[in-house]
């Protein structure tokens, strides 16, 4: 009779502590949701996918469906003069960055899903041009991922600028992860590095290897969309959306291969597998992947002192739960995670202003300060 | 009369393959796999379940057999605002997914007919091309 009775509670026990174990440690805790709360700086943008701040009272976002704001002081004005931007499932318009010396040249970067030449379809393209007010001039194309394809997924993206004066931008897999992450021949799947005036850098990794893309700075990524500099290290800092549970953070070396689809710690959506491996020699261990996925996109360090407790940790958004994560890191490895601003919307972009607060763009709101109580 | 019998023959031959032009379900099911691996899988998920309070269901959903001309329209130029699908509210954006008419047609055919779904009509180009904002 108690055999009996205890059989199904075992096992019902084994369940539970099967199922919790599936998470990737640390465990994520929900801390006091009260500690933290949001301003709103900007609303009414669907997707607030890039931002970069022109001043503490003015920054420029970009809205994906193909919009790039001007805000002033929280009042949005379009900016003309973007090019025509290809809308096909993840990708629009994208990131968008301020060329490091913007106060006197007035050149700004961005990233956009673009249809150019012959084949149906498009890639991911990396443009530049002088903004003056509300209006975008000399657009000059610095970079555009081939072939066209009619795929909606993985087009990136984010642009980051090094202390060494190079900019790093990303193009994802493009739906088509057997032929592209591996093969240096091919765009998507990498981090490319370039001069700031779109110039390939002559020590480029892969400049000197014949038929290999020379603007490739690391490669083997399904699709960043989070990237950041270490503001001690100086490292470049990435997330990437893995497959059912794989997103990744990595830090980027020069020439490094991060595996996919070679090796990942995901698995298909549907949930058969991708591949057994999990490492390879010659490729890259993530410094942390999320089981499950939180769908990464858009991290940012916190490196000022207007938060008790968080300086040096790092701030990720999650589409799929609709939360910020913070991270602590010691000596590379992820310590503690903690869910801030549960239910927040949908992040997806963190940034760390010039004023040392952070901001997040939530899809369907806007752009929102970060604010501790 | 041997030119008539030919003139006759190729306007039924015109006929016959104007009639059909009309993708058959199963077909037009099979691409429409396609269209939902590359476009809806990530959010919706794998048997249209979605994530219960963040991507409504499409499994045996009470807003889409009920709605279809609101759901075509939502993947023809999006969608956004609070909805009720089987007693829950969503309040997310469904982007447009810059998907041609008989891309939407594929796509509407392949969850109509998955997961428990059943629906009579098939869904045509034509239909999606008569839905307006």
């Known amino acids: 009779m108690t055999k009996n009775f205890f059989a199904p509670l075992f096992i019902g026990v084994f369940f539970i502590i099967s199922c919790i174990s599936q998470e990737n440690p640390p465990e994520v805790k929900t801390p006091d949701q009260s500690k933290f709360s949001t301003e709103t700086l900007v609303d009414g943008i669907d997707i607030p996918w890039g931002m970069d701040f022109i001043s503490e009272n003015e920054i420029l976002v970009t809205e994906k469906k193909g919009v790039l704001y001007r805000v002033s002081n929280g009042e949005k004005a379009k900016v003309s003069g973007l090019p025509e931007i290809y809308q096909r499932g993840q990708g629009g318009l994208m990131d968008i960055a301020l060329h490091p010396d913007f106060k006197n040249n007035k050149v700004i970067y961005f990233t956009a899903a673009v249809h150019l030449e012959g084949e149906a379809g498009g890639n991911t393209a990396l443009y530049c041009g002088e903004l003056n007010g509300t209006s975008l001039s000399k657009l000059k194309l610095l970079y555009k991922g081939k072939p066209n394809t009619k795929k909606g997924q993985h087009w990136g993206s984010r642009i980051v600028f090094d202390d060494k004066g190079y900019l790093f931008f990303t193009i994802g897999d493009r739906g088509n992860r057997d032929l592209n992450p591996q093969d240096l021949k091919r765009d998507g799947g990498k981090i490319y590095r370039l001069n700031l005036d779109g110039t390939i850098p002559i020590d480029n990794p892969f400049a000197n290897q014949e038929g290999a893309l020379k603007a490739i700075y690391s490669y083997g990524h399904r699709n960043p969309q989070g990237m950041t500099i270490h503001p001690k290290t100086g490292e470049i800092w990435e997330n990437e959306h893995g497959p059912k549970g794989g997103d990744e953070i990595n830090i980027i070396h020069k020439g490094k291969n991060y595996g996919w689809p070679v090796i990942t710690y995901g698995i298909n959506y549907s949930g058969t597998s991708i591949t057994e491996k999990r490492s390879m020699p010659g490729m890259e261990q993530p410094l942390y992947y999320w089981v499950p996925s939180i769908a990464p996109s858009g991290m940012a360090f916190s490196s000022s002192n207007v938060y008790k407790k968080c300086k040096g940790n790092l701030f990720v958004g999650s589409l799929k739960y609709k939360y910020l994560e913070r991270l602590v890191i010691k000596r590379g490895k992820v310590i503690k995670r903690e869910k801030i601003l549960d239910d927040v919307g949908r992040v997806r972009n963190v940034k760390e202003g010039p004023d040392g607060y952070l901001y997040l763009g939530v899809e369907g709101k806007g752009v929102l300060k970060v604010v501790q109580r | ?133």
């Open chain 2, 1 to 133: 009369m041997k030119i008539l019998f030919g003139i006759m023959g190729l306007f039924i031959l015109f006929e016959v393959t104007t009639l059909y032009q009309k993708k058959p379900l199963k077909q037009s099911m099979t691409d429409g796999e396609e269209i939902y691996q590359d476009f809806c899988i990530q959010c919706h998920l794998d048997t249209g379940e979605g994530v219960s309070g963040v991507f409504p269901p499409l499994a045996e959903s009470d807003y889409l057999l009920n709605n279809i001309e609101m759901s075509i329209r939502g993947i023809k130029y999006g969608l956004s605002g609070p909805i009720e699908v089987n007693g829950e509210e969503y309040n997310g954006i469904m982007e447009e997914q810059g998907l041609e008419n008989e891309e939407i047609a594929d796509v509407m055919n392949y969850i109509l007919n998955n997961w428990g779904n059943e629906f009579e009509e098939i869904i045509t180009k034509e239909k999606v091309a008569s839905i307006n904002k």
